[in-house]
């Protein structure tokens, strides 16, 4: 069984400052992590992905997130937010990258908001 | 090259009617996905594909829910006797293996029950 927990419904960050997006996930095999985003009226996007080997995962648009095993955290991360980084932000796990029979497990989304 | 594409992109139905929500996946590819996606929550997953197979249909909320896939093609869900709590955003996504590679999401179809 596999769940994701996303801390905070909403988030509101001043343009350029760091955005951080929690992610906590629970899996009984080796996770594949992922975070998708969803800007309105708009289907999922993928950002990244955690597959195998390096922690620290880079994604489009100048997002990044680190798989940190002992603390079971696949937190997003950008260093300076955009008025276009408003959007859902949703992480999903799953022990197959493809998702398998069972789907992707997706937390319950943060929405991301940028203040001028 | 085209990607997933869900139709209608939006509909308005009264409560009771039968729906049917389609879903074209990228060509070649294998695994379909539907997901269902209501107000302020996260994505619930539905139902899985794997070519026009079905392995598992337990994740369909209820017997009113169906769905069909023709070939490594076009799928349908088919909502019957639409009640309220059935308005959301349906999602449907594909792979081209359905293991070793990510889904790939169409724009979805909004529902709403009046």
């Known amino acids: 069984a596999q769940s994701v927990t996303q801390l905070g419904s909403h988030v509101s960050v001043s343009e350029g400052a760091l955005v951080l997006l929690r992610c906590n996930y629970s899996?009984?095999?080796?996770?594949?992590l992922f975070w998708y985003v969803q800007y309105p009226n708009q289907g999922l996007q993928l950002l990244l992905k955690?597959?195998?080997?390096?922690?620290l995962v880079k994604g489009i648009n100048g997002f990044e997130a680190e798989f940190k095993k002992s603390e079971t955290s696949f937190h997003l991360t950008k260093p300076s937010a955009h008025m276009s980084d408003a959007a859902e932000y949703f992480c999903?796990?799953?022990?197959?990258?493809?998702?398998?029979?069972?789907?992707?497990?997706f937390g319950k989304g943060t929405h991301l908001i940028i203040q001028p | 090259g085209a990607g997933v594409s869900q139709s209608p992109s939006n509909k308005v139905t009264e409560k009771g009617k039968d729906v049917e929500l389609r879903c074209d996946p990228i060509?070649?590819?294998?695994?379909l996905y539907w997901y269902r996606q209501r107000l302020g929550q996260g994505l619930e997953f539905l139902i899985y594909?794997?070519?026009?197979?079905?392995?598992?249909k337990s994740g369909l909320p209820s017997d009113r829910f169906s769905a069909e896939r023709t070939g490594e093609s076009v799928s349908t869900l088919t909502i019957q006797r639409t009640q309220q709590e059935d308005s959301a955003v349906y999602l449907c996504?594909?792979?081209?293996?359905?293991?070793?590679?990510?889904?790939?999401f169409g724009d979805g179809t909004r529902l709403s029950i009046l």
């Open positions: 996504a594909s792979s081209p293996t359905g293991s070793n590679q990510p889904q790939h």
């Open positions: 899996s009984s095999v080796p996770p594949y």
């Open positions: 955690y597959t195998t080997g390096a922690t």
């Open positions: 999903a796990v799953s022990p197959l990258e493809g998702g398998g029979a069972d789907g992707l497990t």
């Open positions: 060509s070649g590819h294998t695994a």
């Open positions: 594909f794997q070519g026009n197979s079905a392995p598992d």
